[in-house]
């Protein structure tokens, strides 16, 4: 009986959490999953940006580009040369393949993400301060951004047919 009681409290309190992530659906025709204290904010044109809005971390910014379909490959071989051995390929867990890489623009670190979705390219960028880059925090937050890259899904754009 001692049992019963307590499933049925683990199982209360599991009801009652709220969710850790939320659904953020692109007007460019894709979506990722956000950290639910991530927030958008105003960027270039054709570009989503995010950052955690209890305490900053560094920008993520996704930004996708139309290409051609059947060039996948060829753009992705193409690119993976032209950092001359810097980047390396990776899959996102939704199966999109890309390449990897980052690099210090004076006081920031950044890290890239190119991915070849079907008819887009998307590229991610997440910067951060130059001083984090090797703090315990930034790689819990690089875990975090890895996860949103792994989780773009496409989807129809709400509104804008061109990207």
């Known amino acids: 009986m001692k049992s019963t009681y307590f499933y049925?409290?683990?199982?209360?309190?599991n009801c009652n959490k709220k969710p850790d992530n939320y659904i953020f659906n692109s007007n460019f025709g894709y979506s990722i999953l956000l950290p639910e204290n991530w927030s958008e904010y105003e960027d270039e044109e054709n570009t989503n940006a995010f950052f955690d809005s209890k305490e900053w971390t560094?920008?993520?910014?996704?930004?996708?580009?139309?290409?051609?379909?059947?060039?996948?490959a060829e753009l992705l071989k193409s690119e993976m040369e032209s950092f001359n051995g810097k980047a390396e390929p990776f899959k996102t867990k939704t199966g999109?393949?890309?390449?990897?890489?980052?690099?210090?623009?004076?006081?920031?670190?950044?890290?890239?993400?190119?991915?070849?979705?079907?008819?887009?390219m998307f590229i991610c960028s997440f910067t951060i301060d130059l001083d984090k880059k090797e703090t315990p925090e930034n790689q819990k937050e690089l875990i975090k951004v890895t996860e949103i890259i792994n989780s773009i899904e496409l989807k129809a754009p709400a509104h804008n047919s061109s990207l």
Do not use: C, V
């Open 8 to 13: 049925i409290f683990i199982l209360f309190m």
């Open 96 to 120: 999109f393949e890309g390449l990897k890489y980052s690099e210090k623009s004076n006081k920031d670190f950044i890290y890239y993400w190119y991915i070849i979705a079907q008819n887009k």
């Open 58 to 72: 560094g920008n993520l910014r996704i930004t996708p580009i139309k290409i051609d379909a059947n060039k996948n």
